[in-house]
């Protein structure tokens, strides 16, 4: 039997952070909080100094295999994940080709067998030809559910009509996860842009009645089918307005990106240009803020980095060939780390919307809590190391981030998956060994 005991850290728990151990046996936690009292000889980890949480899990990264791997790959991205305390990772399927049927699921897992450094699953893209088979693909194992782009963004995968993704929302059962931007107005828009347009004009291309045009479709067709939605990186004060007054309760869930929390226009375009380019974009401060209050009261359930790496080439282009997309999936929790820190979020609420939340809205069995029983996902993190972030540190190919030089408060140290360390001190150790989600209800 494999015992690690987690010695003399402060658990992050909903009442706060407390003093307490954590004994893990067999890849599990056996025993949490207070002196756990492992045996004579048991391997100890200290934690002194540490503050102790489960691992996080980002329900929204693009790893970008197979196909576009110049950008990213399963272990890059993964890698990236556990150097930034993400313990599991749910992958987006517009990639090329895009996964859209079981051969490309079962592709993706084959290629992340053995390469990715943590759990994960994939989704499986819907297209007005795979509607109808989606309710028995989104079952294989491995998959993550289905996504839905209502608006365009990278790669081609589209539903932009109502009649199609009422037929996708018939078919199945599970959570649908789901980009909501409007395209029949972003097809106006782009169509509509003067040469020399600037990315400081994106947040007006892609506006706010893009978005909110088709989350008031989206919400309509939850009510007229009953399917349940998740709704991808939420970008307005008008959509938070809109999932509060409509109150669908379970049906609808939201997440939020870190960049729609931290980020705001004008200046981040001045400083970043292209590089924070992304769908939906980055908005002004009022955004922000009203973003930042529906997820701390819940509006909106947790947090998806929307990992989207592009090459610095690739992002030099002219606005709009530009492609869309930064880089996040190791920054997530040095964020909210800082968000605890400068006084808008509290440390147990950390915990739902980077661990439970996504574990609750997708049904992830047996991750996202520090609680007996559950996968020992464990991340320790040192809050007295609050220096700048340093380019060095970053694992994703893409070797960029608008949060470079931030002096963010404090980074994962130790990071364990299911009982064994993975990344220490900005290093990996072992070798991948990442394993498909499983899923129960949700
Ligand atoms: O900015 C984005 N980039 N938004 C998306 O929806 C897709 C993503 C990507 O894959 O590059």
Redo the contacts with the bound molecule.
Sequence with gaps: MAELWVRGGRLVTERGAVAGDVLIRDGVFAAVGGAVGAAPGVEVLDATGMLVLPGLIDPQV?F?EPGLTHKEDLQSGSLAAVAGGVTSFME?P?TKPATIDPAALTDKLARAAGRAWCDHAFFLGATADNAEQLGEWEQLPGCAGVKV?MGS???DLLVPDDATLERVLRSGTRRVAV?SEDEPRLRERYAALAAGASVAQHPEIRDVTCAVRATTRLLDLVERTGRRVHL??VSTAEEVALLRERALGSLVTAEVTPNHLFLSAPECYREHGTRV????PVRDARHRDALRQGLVDGVLTCIGS?H???TLTEKGRPYPES????PGVQTILPLLLTAVRDGWLALPDLLRVGCSGPADVYGIAGKGRLAVGYDADLVLVDPSEHGPLREEWLRSRAGYSPYVGWSLAGWPTVVLVRGEVAYREHATLGSPRGAPLHFGSA
């Design positions: 693009h970008r987006m517009n782009f963004s990278t790669g980009h991808l990186h380019q992304m769908n939906p929307d989207a790496p592009h492609p869309s997309g930064i």
